[in-house]
């Protein structure tokens, strides 16, 4: 059974940075693709951010494009997000996924691709 545990959320002034993580167990999960979601209040839920098993990664344009950074550690079982120079906008609850292990996605930021998600971590980013 495939479990991912978020953590790293936090209040954050505007312009500030965070760092988000995602620990995963079970499974072969080191050759997963694995994506951000986030849902902000009263909207909804849309992709961030996405990486696959060599490295490859894709993100969701205009609104992280160019501040938010994925990426994975050596053993692939952890991924990250390093969110700079955040705004009120990215005020949201953001979520980790897994695809299943050596999937190959078509579509990295496609969520139904994701059937295994984390509980989410509040990013709340003050004015």
């Known amino acids: 059974q495939v479990q991912l545990i978020e953590a790293g959320g936090g209040l954050v002034q505007a312009g500030g940075s965070r760092r988000l993580s995602c620990a995963a167990s079970?499974?072969?999960?080191?050759?997963?693709?694995r994506g951000w979601d986030r849902q902000a209040p009263g909207k909804e839920r849309e992709a961030a951010a996405a990486?696959?098993?060599?490295?490859?990664?894709?993100y969701k344009a205009d609104a992280v494009q160019g501040r938010f950074t994925i990426s994975r550690d050596g053993s692939k079982h952890t991924v990250y997000l390093q969110m700079n120079s955040l705004d009120p906008d990215a005020t949201a609850v953001y979520y980790c996924?897994?695809?299943?292990?050596?999937?190959?996605?078509?579509?990295?930021?496609?969520?139904?691709?994701?059937?295994?998600w984390g509980q989410g971590t509040q990013v709340t980013v003050s004015k």
């Open positions: 996924a897994a695809a299943p292990p050596y999937k190959w996605l078509l579509d990295l930021l496609n969520p139904n691709q994701y059937p295994y």
């Open positions: 079970g499974g072969t999960i080191n050759n997963a693709a």
């Open positions: 990486i696959n098993w060599s490295g490859v990664t894709r």
